[in-house]
């Protein structure tokens, strides 16, 4: 139910940005964001600010999320020995108890692209489309090799309380999840601007090779 409300709220927001967007020649406007000039242009400086607050929280929980999700998966490896640090990372605060070395490990570790901005915004966005495409490809990854080693005699699955089956649905939503994450990383891929320069060509193609 998530998905289908996001994916169907996300659908009539873009509707409504392309109906108020006015000339597309005008944008992304001063502020370098298509989104921030329209509503800039229809409802004026301090209503369009008052907005942009509330999408600056909502990337701010988005990005706690992820950075809990990635601080629990370091916490694991450490615990783990899957990494080379004798279980450093693995440490839980007696004071809160969360893994605070990983979490501000995984922060340090995300700052890093973050300045690489100021050097080569270039550079910095090629690598924020890789993380995306990595992202998406781990993804179906799992998915893939269920279906390719499904018989295989080692493969020992158990599936959880919710299962489509190795019927016709659980095939075809197996087969459009993989097609649908292959094309949005070739979307990822394509220059954001025209004409295309080298100021503002999309290099994860490139670094998708």
């Not at 270039?122 to 080693?149: E, G, H, K, Q, W």
């Not at 999840?177 to 979307?187: A, G, M, P, Q, R």
Request: aromatic share 14%; net charge positive; charged share 10%.
């Amino acid at each position: 139910m998530t998905v289908i409300g996001t994916g169907l709220i996300g659908w009539l927001l873009n509707i409504v940005m392309v109906l108020c967007s006015g000339p597309l020649e005008n944008l992304p406007g001063p502020s370098g964001s298509a989104f921030l000039e329209i509503m800039y242009l229809r409802i004026g400086k301090t209503g369009s600010l008052i907005l942009w607050t509330f999408v600056c929280l909502t990337a701010f929980f988005v990005v706690q999320t992820a950075l809990q999700a990635v601080g629990r998966t370091t916490y694991a490896f450490s615990r783990d020995n899957g990494f080379p640090d004798r279980g450093y990372f693995g440490h839980i605060s007696k004071k809160t108890y969360t893994p605070l070395r990983s979490i501000w490990l995984c922060t340090f570790v995300s700052i890093l692209p973050g300045l690489l901005d100021l050097a080569s915004p270039v550079a910095a966005n090629a690598i924020f489309s890789l993380t995306a495409m990595a992202l998406d490809l781990s993804y179906i990854i799992p998915i893939t090799l269920r279906r390719l080693y499904q018989n295989h005699p080692e493969v020992m699955f158990k599936p959880g309380p919710f299962y489509m089956g190795d019927g016709f649905l659980g095939k075809f939503c197996n087969t459009a999840c993989i097609v649908w994450t292959l094309f949005v990383c070739v979307i990822f891929s394509f220059p954001n601007y025209q004409p295309i320069t080298k100021s503002n060509m999309n290099y994860a193609s490139v670094g998708a090779q």
